[in-house]
């Protein structure tokens, strides 16, 4: 059996000049098609009608023959019937003629070859490539725009819809005239959506070319109340930056999954980061993420040889495996040491829903505070606040205390809850809702202090442990109150006397060095630097 591919191929496109030997994914637009009609094994010969020289000399290289299309049948009101019939050889006795056009690059050879077949095993005249995308749609009747369905579904209950692909168009050769291609024996074939791409717009072009380039992504995040839980939170939000579902990888030993809370991102325990590494040898990552703190040499050097073509990007690292990291980001330290680390606030990454919350107005009397230590608070100053507050002298005041997913004795401290002005809340939703409506806050040097910052709100702050001290945004000169590490209960409680008793222009001071700092647009300059790399 003869089957002969023809791919129309015409240098003049007017909507993306050069189309069709655009370079998509490393080749350019053409050779997709002539490459699956090669690699068909049902195809026999292929070639390619073209008026471009470029589009001949591709064509060449690979190996198709070439047909010059006259200009004649190179405008745009030129049907492609008329296109395809001239390009067939008439010195063979051809059984089908395919055509494959070039701007339909995602299509496989294995779906094409199983649409062949289907044309022979049911001795048909066309087989057209289409999807089935059933709509609610209208038509227009008489002038009137009128409904193309009969009752109202939802989209899965619709009767079938079949749109025509640019994927292929499978003709018997005796039905192939300048007229037409269409026999009396008709039918589609399904392709799958992702291999109907037809690039008819600049929007198909980036389309196009991130599906012939899959961006496959995995990041390795662990929290717990010692290591605290902000890294599961960056996680979770660098997860919905990229365009494809990322597997998040944790140490089952390390991490508890309850601490991810209520998601539908890919969760994927490991037993060590020997099973890690092996998982990552299977997966071959194109990009791999590390928020779990400083990293050793030695795990990064494996880590890469497991995955030797993958661009590794890692979290708050100032390990002697960051210098092995193609990128480093430490938001929450000041010093840059190599060009591969990005240091500063610049680089923090906010909660989405921070981003639509304007500062708080400075009130001139103090009348809401709020207590927040993040997810874990390992140094219990939540339990020593809530011990201060129940004093009388601070009943005028209202106090909303947040826990965190990796607090230790939630039980006990929601007792609170009897004291009247009190409100202790668990693992809560809308953080910057509650924020919003507060004066003043007392919290640690990690994550709060980013997002009191955005609400400008005046806040004391504290180091949960060593490695907080040397964060250095949480600082007097950007608009803080810090403390320092463990500072007595005395100090503590001095400190909250000064701000409950503050004026309303000293807090607008604070608010001001506060507001200071651009960190809403973080997330966009990392994805920046990452999609560069």
Known sequence: MKILAVIPARAGSKGIPNK????????PLVYYAIRNAQRSKYITDVVVTTDSPEVRIIAEQMGAAVKRRDAALCGDAVTLDAVIADAVPRDADWDYVVT?????PTLRTETLDAAIEYAIAQDLDTVIS?????????????????????????????????????AFVISRASVVTPQTRIGE??????????????????????????????????IYVNGSNSRGMGHVYRALELADEFFVKPDIYYDLNQTDPRVFGRTTHTLLPVDGVG?????????????????????????????????????IVNFEDDGEGALKADLVFNALFQEQPS?????????????????????IPIRERVERVLISFGGADPKNYTDRLLNIITKNEYAAYEFI???????????????????????????????????SHCDVAVTSRGRTGYEVAMLGIPTIAMSQNKREEKHGFV??????????????DEVIEATLRMYLKMSGESRRRFQTMLLSHDLKNGRKRVMDLINEL
């Not at 703190?293 to 073509?309: E, F, G, K, Q």
Request: with cysteine; aromatic share 10%.
């Open 20 to 27: 069709n030997i655009r370079i998509i994914g490393g080749h």
């Open 100 to 104: 494959m056009q070039p701007t339909s």
């Open 130 to 166: 289409a999807i089935n995308k059933p709509h609610l749609s209208w038509g227009e009747r008489d002038g009137k725009k009128v409904p193309n369905y009969a009752e109202r579904l939802n989209r899965q209950y619709l009767p079938p819809c079949w749109l025509e692909t640019g």
């Open 185 to 218: 024996k008709v039918d589609v074939y399904e392709i799958p959506e992702n291999e109907a791409q037809d690039v008819d717009s600049f929007e198909d072009l980036r389309s196009v070319a991130a599906a012939l380039s899959p961006q496959s992504v995995a």
């Open 275 to 311: 099973e890690l590494f092996a998982r990552c040898r299977e997966k071959q990552y194109t990009v791999f993420i590390n928020d779990i703190l400083s990293t050793s040499a030695d795990y990064m050097t494996v880590l890469r040889a497991a995955l030797p073509h993958a661009k």
């Open 339 to 359: 060009p591969r680390v990005r240091a500063g606030e610049q680089y923090y990454i906010c909660g989405k829903t921070f981003l639509l919350y304007e500062p």
């Open 401 to 435: 205390v947040v826990l965190g997913r990796a607090k230790q004795n939630v039980d006990a401290l929601m007792a609170y809850n009897d004291y009247p002005n009190i409100r202790v809340l668990y693992d809560v939703s809308n953080m910057p809702e509650l924020m």
């Open 475 to 488: 600082s007097g000169e950007n608009g803080f109150s810090y403390l320092g590490l463990d500072p007595t």
